[in-house]
């Protein structure tokens, strides 16, 4: 199979395991404490109108979220599932009661790794930098001064709440997830054989990476901010609001560009801030966890080539 023909494979770190997704299906792999990895399967259904909006510049990008969204929650409510019911046997009221926390920190932390979580928060982190940008008004009161001040404000609260998630535990475990991910991914484009040794051999950072894609949308912001009025506030504020699509289409562009150049030597230096970004949101992984990765990985590429020889079966000649 040539370089073209290689088909592009996404993941997600899940609690104890990853997702991949291909053209027709998604798996995610799950380590439990008895040291089994189970398996959960979910086709990809094809449907004629989103396809073709998938295809539209701009808006394939928001298309893409929310399908991946939709896609997403689901192999992550398996795998805290799993992860649950790992705890042990407890009593009803108190395992839903450590159910509910458990699920509580779980969004919380993937939001960083996932973008389901992040439109979730994606409002929150517009708005908040707004009001804060506002109070410098007294020192920083142009308009290119207060976009800065905003755009500084949002990455800063990003960095912080990477940082403060990346502090439990769980979450810590997901970030390694997260690289085990990373590393499968770039060892099978690569074309080396997926073995443990040579998976870790590879880098965990990616420029297709939901992290690159959440710094790159506060990188589009601030210039697309530069075009919009900021007086008065109410109507600042319903800028930022009407804007978010605006803004995720671009910056779901401009990630794509950077994955395109990145074997460029001078061009791929623009999709560098997002891999710094992705410094904090991956973390090393074990080789027990780079094996779960590439049992996920390996159950896809069989489902995958199964579907496909099905579908060239179907074909009249």
Known sequence: MSEVQKPVYGGQAVVEGVMFGGKHHTVTAVRRKDSTIVYYHLPRESKPVINRLKKVPFLRGIVSLIQ??????????????????????????????????????????????????FLFGK???????????ELTRPIFSGHMAQVLMESLFKLILLLVYIYAVSMTPLIKRVFQYHGAEHKVINCFESGKELTVANVQASSRLHYRCGSSFILFTVIVGMFVYMLVPIDPLWLRVVDRILLIPVVLGIAFEVLQLTNKVRDIPILRYLGYPGLWL???????????????????????????????????????V
């Open 123 to 133: 409002l929150l982190f517009t708005l908040i930098p707004v009001f804060l940008a």
């Open 278 to 316: 992705q410094l904090l949101t991956t973390k090393a992984p074990t080789d027990d966890q780079v094996e779960v990765a590439l049992a996920s990985f390996q159950e896809l590429s069989r489902m995958e080539k199964e579907t496909e020889k099905g579908l060239e079966s179907d074909v009249i």
């Open 68 to 117: 991946s969204s939709a896609t997403g929650s689901k192999h992550l409510n398996f795998s805290t599932e799993q992860y649950e019911e790992d705890d042990g046997e407890k009593q009803e009221e108190k395992k839903k009661e450590t159910k509910e926390s458990s699920k509580i920190s779980v969004w919380l932390g993937v939001a960083v790794i996932g973008v389901l979580s």
